[in-house]
């Protein structure tokens, strides 16, 4: 009985590896080959070919420094300017070195805005026909 299952066995074993051998399967069908599709050029060297190497320990050639580049990068760098953003620039003045160190200081006045926006945003809606502004004094 044991002879029988075994000798079975071995004869389905043989008969499902035989289908994976035959050209006929899955892989042995007729397809185009990828790589022949399509002319590759060959490779060519440009016949005016003027870069020269580096020399040692010579500096790259950038302009400028990462900073000086950041800053043309964000605000436009050197092109003109309309005469609207000139006017205001000229309004603007020059403002103080230690202004940043004047900011944070505690007798520096302020605004606190974020009640007031969110009172803004929290008043009920209307046609505006009856508003009033309070003024706290």
Known sequence: MVK???????????????????NGGILGRDRPDEFAVQRQAPLVVPPDFN????????????????????LDALFGGPAPRSSVESS?????????????????????????????????IAAPEGDGQVTQAIIPG
Not at 5 to 13: K, S
């Open 51 to 70: 870069l020269v190497p580096p020399a040692p320990g010579a500096p790259r050639p950038t302009e400028g420094t990462a900073s000086a580049q950041a």
């Open 4 to 22: 029988t299952h075994t000798l079975i066995l071995l004869g389905a074993g043989c008969a499902m590896l035989s289908a994976c051998g035959g």
């Open 88 to 120: 205001a620039i000229e309004r603007a003045g020059t403002a103080d070195p230690g202004i940043r160190s004047s900011v944070g200081d505690a007798g520096t006045n302020t605004v606190a805005k974020g009640r007031v926006t969110r009172d803004i």
